[in-house]
């Protein structure tokens, strides 16, 4: 292996060493083989690039445009022309993973789900730094500072990190510098000899390092320093997201069990309100002819801190065959079985199923966990919504106002889990809590008069402006100024419910959609929302609707509401083709017109970007990365192969030419005079058999160039024709000056004189003649002629030719070998002796 090779080898060894400091953040750790499968690449096409050779720029800018092709294979081949040029819609879709990714970042807990955007940060970012590295260490031969991108790459993963083995991935990554490092010094040994110090030493006194050794040690020493100190720094703190280990996040299950901490699905919220352009997320197909109540929930946040409400750590399981039924559902509550059909959008890549609660069956393919406490289920390993069609059957609830107002009081274990506030609360809240529910009976009473002080009594205005705020007086500054959007509303009584002893938490999800003409239901992005669920013995967790214009109100929380308390039976369910009503149920609290017009229920949903997805198996994105890199390199083979020919033909010449004029005049054999017949040229006569066949080499790679060079551009060689001939061919074909024939003429007399003189001898001065002719030949073609002579040169045609003659040889070397040991007599075989 050379030693170019080898420092290539080592500094994608170093890049990859030092992005194992990566692996503790993300779940699962496959981008690691991806990333390193594309840096092979990446690195082999410098290494290419640099055997041509191609000039330095030149090299960084194909390995950048080879690295752009593959990312654009991988992540954006839909997007892109043939899968593999990049366009506007490419670099577009490029941007919003970028965007989804550092979403998730902000949100997601250590270890972070491998969603699209954050593989598309982990696999680029690795070969960014990897071309960095392979850019300083490589192309420009100077691998000390190429320790400053290795240890960004190192400070940004244990930056993120718990720190809980940061000191193995420092050992790590540092393994692989030292190892750049000494990959470089032997090459440069390898090339210049033995590197002496210069200065005269006493006996006895340890030489010191040259300059080029003490620079490489003292930028390691920096880089190392500053990676051991960077981790223990008091960086300034990021709540929530990739930045907090003991945040949420989402964490893939494992078969039938392990644990999952969800997503805050409200980071991004404000934002999403205020979008110009509503999209279709989910189209339904359901039984039921009312679809006033048929919110899909998505997921339930039930830990309230104080500053913000967030999904707790749940267990989950395998997704059984039938749901059990919801907690605290009494067996005299009226209920209808409904089944709906949903359609997710392609560009909908949610972790978490949005369905009708609480659901009792569910049917869809892929990797799907179960968590029971919230009745949800959850994407593992990277599983999401985009593009899933699903069937869910689930309950319609229909309590009555008598049955929540005589409901018993909730078990201690619901109590004490989803009745807690914190110190942090501001007393404000509860107060306000006490003085609006005072006169009130029961716990349904307060709940209904939280849910009017909201939307109709107290004076509330939505807005979706407001800050969406994250501090201890969030909620009280939303009481003072009373203006905010569903977020702040559901907050607020969930938390007020609470101080009152009402079990509450806050759903994520979207209200009921709009029919449409084909009997199916739009789900758009403004009709995303939250709302606080109560939970009452007896019933289970119930809706309520304090946001006022948004949703609908439920018919149990309206004063005329009355109803039948004996039980209904569950009814045979509907086609989930059936159509629905032209119309949701009149609602009080919004019309459907005032849904679209103002974004009625404008919650974020969750991951609302193209993102996540376990997607492509590795093995598909291997071999279609393969198949990109073969699109891309064959047809460049005939110009790679010709650049790289030529570059050794020349430079065997220039090499044979230096060591005549080096030689000069009287060195030869015949006491020191120059032949005759070589005129006025400078010559190096060969004193040996073996040196005279290689200047004969040299002489005729010349020879060779310059006929390919005059066949790439158009003039075919003719092998039967001495090389006086064929000069003279050239230079009355090409219609070349009498300077430029001069050249090929004494390029020609070069090849006759080591062909037939006694003694052959290489002349100086060879490479530059046919680097003049081709510039000759290449001004007097067309355009045309001279874009097909660089990017499909007719002479690449002896590549071809080779690759036969070496297999003619290659399976005569093998048939001479079987006959040799045919022939050969077996050591049993001899005679005996006498």
Known sequence: MSGRARLTLCSAAATLMASCALLPLVDPATWILQAAFLLAIQSGVGAAARRVPLAR???????????????????????????????????????????????????????????????????????????????????????????????????????????????????????????????????????????????????????GPVAPVRTGRRIGAVALGVALVVPLLPLPAIDGGLLDGAGTGVGAGNGGGGTISAVNPLVSLRDSLNVDEDRTVLTLRTSTSDISDLYLRIVSLDDFDGTTWKPAKRNIVAVPDELPTPAGLGTDVRRTEITTRVSAADWYAQDWLPMPYPPSSVRISGNWRYEPAGMTLVGDHGQTTRGKTYEVSSLEVRPTAQQLAAAPEAPGAIR?????????????????????????????????????????????????????????????????????????????????????????????GFAPGSPQADGSVA??????????????????????????????????????????????????????????????????????????????????????????????????????????????????????????????RLASAQHAGSAAAGAGPGSGTDGGQPDADAGSAVVLEV??????????????????????????????????????????????????????????????????????????????????EVRQVRAALRARVSRGTRLRAVVAPRSAVRAVWDLADRWAALKAAWAARLATLVRRPSPSSGHEGG
């Open 57 to 207: 720029p030149l090299t960084v800018l194909a390995q950048a445009l080879v690295t752009l092709v593959l990312l654009t294979l991988v992540f954006a081949r839909e997007h892109a022309l043939a899968g593999l040029v990049p366009g506007p819609e490419a670099f577009q879709h490029f941007a919003e993973l970028l965007r989804s990714g550092g979403d998730d970042v902000g949100r997601y807990a250590i270890p972070a789900p491998l969603s699209d955007g954050i593989r598309l940060m982990m696999v680029g970012g690795v070969l960014v730094i990897g071309l960095a590295v392979d850019t300083l260490a490589v192309t420009f031969r100077n691998a000390a500072p190429a320790g400053l991108p290795l240890l960004a790459l190192y400070s940004i993963a244990a930056g993120l990190s718990d720190g809980a083995a940061d000191w193995l991935w420092f050992l790590v990554a540092a393994a692989g510098y030292l190892m750049l490092l000494l990959a470089e010094g032997r090459e440069r040994l390898s090339q210049w000899g033995r590197v002496f110090g210069g200065a005269a030493r006493t006996p006895g006194e340890p030489s």
């Open 416 to 508: 004490g889990q989803f009745t807690e506030v914190p110190d942090s609360l501001p007393e404000t809240v509860a107060r306000t809590a006490r003085e609006v529910t005072e006169s009130a009976q029961n716990d349904y009473e307060r709940a209904v008069k939280l849910q009017d002080y909201f939307a109709v009594t107290g004076g509330f205005e939505y807005d979706t402006e407001v800050q969406v705020g994250s501090g201890t007086d969030a909620i009280a500054r939303f009481l003072r100024d009373k203006q905010g959007f569903c977020v702040h509303f559901s907050f607020a009584m969930a938390a007020m419910a609470r101080t009152l002893g009402i079990p509450a938490r806050v759903a994520v």
């Open 523 to 648: 789900v758009n992005l403004k009709d995303a929302h939250a709302w606080p669920e109560l939970y009452f013995e007896g019933v289970g967790w119930t809706r309520f609707e304090p946001t006022p214009t948004r949703g609908t109100t439920p018919t149990y929380t309206l004063p005329d509401t009355s109803g039948n308390v004996v039980p209904e039976l569950p009814q045979a369910s509907r086609s989930a083709d059936a159509a629905p009503s032209a119309e949701p149920s009149t609602s009080t609290s919004c019309s459907a017109d005032d849904k679209k017009l103002e974004g009625c229920t404008s919650a974020l949903p969750l991951d609302e970007g193209e993102q996540g997805g376990g997607g492509t198996p590795w093995y598909k994105i291997a071999g279609w990365t393969l198949l990109g890199a073969a699109a891309l390199v064959l047809p460049l083979l005939p110009m790679l192969w010709r650049l790289r020919r030529r570059s050794v």
């Open 687 to 768: 004193p040996s058999q073996e040196a005279a066949q290689t200047a004969v080499g040299h002489v005729l790679a010349v020879w060779r160039e310059l006929t390919d060079t005059a066949w790439d551009y158009g003039i075919t060689p003719d092998e039967a024709l001495t090389p006086r001939r064929a000069a003279e061919r050239i230079v009355r074909l090409g219609e070349l000056d009498e300077a430029v024939a001069g050249s090929v003429h004494r390029v020609a007399g070069a090849v006759e004189q080591v062909l037939y003189a006694p003694r052959p001898r290489a002349e100086a001065g060879l490479a530059d």
